[in-house]
C-alpha cells in the first residue's frame, strides 16, 4: 500500500496495514518478518514529527510483530518496571503516619510517624476525601528521622465533624504515594 494523501474525514474508511504490500495471511513466518505500511493524513504521521521520540503504537506493533527485537519492547519494558514500582512503593515504604485523637480546628497540632532508616525524604499533605481535595502542605522536604511536625489546621479550609486524612508523598513528585494516615475528624 503507497502512501497517499487523504482526507481526515474519510481515515476510518481507509485500511491502515501492518503487513508487507500484497500481504493478506497472518503467517508465524510473516509474522517475525512484518513491516509497518500506513496510509495515514499528513497530520497523523505513524512517526512523530514533533521530536518527541518515544514510540508510537505503531512502533510497537511492529515491535511485537518483530518477536522482540525491537528496543521499542525495551522501552515498554522500563516504562512498566517504573509504573510498577511506583505501585509497590507503599509497600516498601515505612513511613507509617499517626494523628492524635480530639484534634481542635485552630490549636497546634503534632503530626508523629514512624519510619526506617532508608525512608526518603517526603511532603505531608492535609487532605479532604476527595481524591484532589488538598487542604494544606503541611511540610515539605521533611527527614523522616525528625520523626514529627506541629501544625495548626486552618479555620477556614475545615469545617468540624467531616472526614480528613494526611498523605505523605513524593518530594519532587506527588502522585508517588508513600502512605495516607488512618482517617480523622476535627472539633471547635
Keep these: 500500500m503507497s502512501a497517499s ?5 474519510s481515515l476510518d474508511k481507509k485500511p491502515v496495514s501492518i503487513l508487507p504490500q500484497g500481504t493478506s495471511a497472518l503467517s508465524p513466518q510473516l509474522l517475525a518478518k512484518a513491516t509497518v505500511d ?11 514529527t514533533d ?14 510483530k518483530a518477536n522482540g527485537r525491537d ?12 509504573t510498577l514500582a511506583l505501585c509497590l512503593a507503599p509497600l516498601v515504604s ?7 485523637s480530639n484534634l481542635k480546628i485552630g490549636e497546634p497540632t503534632t503530626i508523629t510517624w514512624t519510619h526506617k532508616t532508608t525512608d526518603p525524604r517526603f511532603t505531608l499533605f492535609f487532605m479532604g476525601t ?3 481535595d488538598l487542604r494544606q502542605i503541611v511540610g515539605e522536604d521533611l527527614d523522616p528521622a525528625v520523626g514529627q511536625i506541629t501544625t495548626t489546621f486552618p479555620t477556614d ?11 505523605a508523598v513524593n518530594v519532587t513528585w ?6 495516607t494516615s488512618p482517617p480523622f475528624t476535627l472539633h471547635n
Excluded at 500506513?38 to 512523530?48: D, E, H, I, K, Q
Excluded at 528496543?71 to 517504573?82: G, L
Excluded at 515505612?94 to 494523628?99: E, K
Design 5 to 9: 494523501k487523504v482526507d481526515p474525514i
Design 38 to 48: 500506513v496510509s495515514l493524513p499528513a497530520g497523523l504521521n505513524a512517526r512523530r
Design 51 to 64: 521530536g518527541d521520540r518515544r514510540p508510537t503504537y505503531i512502533d510497537a506493533l511492529a515491535a511485537i
Design 71 to 82: 528496543s521499542n519492547i525495551s522501552s515498554f519494558r522500563m516504562r512498566f518496571a517504573s
Design 94 to 100: 515505612a513511613i507509617g503516619l499517626s494523628v492524635p
Design 130 to 132: 476527595d481524591a484532589f
Design 157 to 167: 479550609r475545615v469545617k468540624p465533624g467531616e472526614t480528613y486524612y494526611l498523605k
Design 174 to 179: 506527588v502522585d508517588f504515594v508513600y502512605n
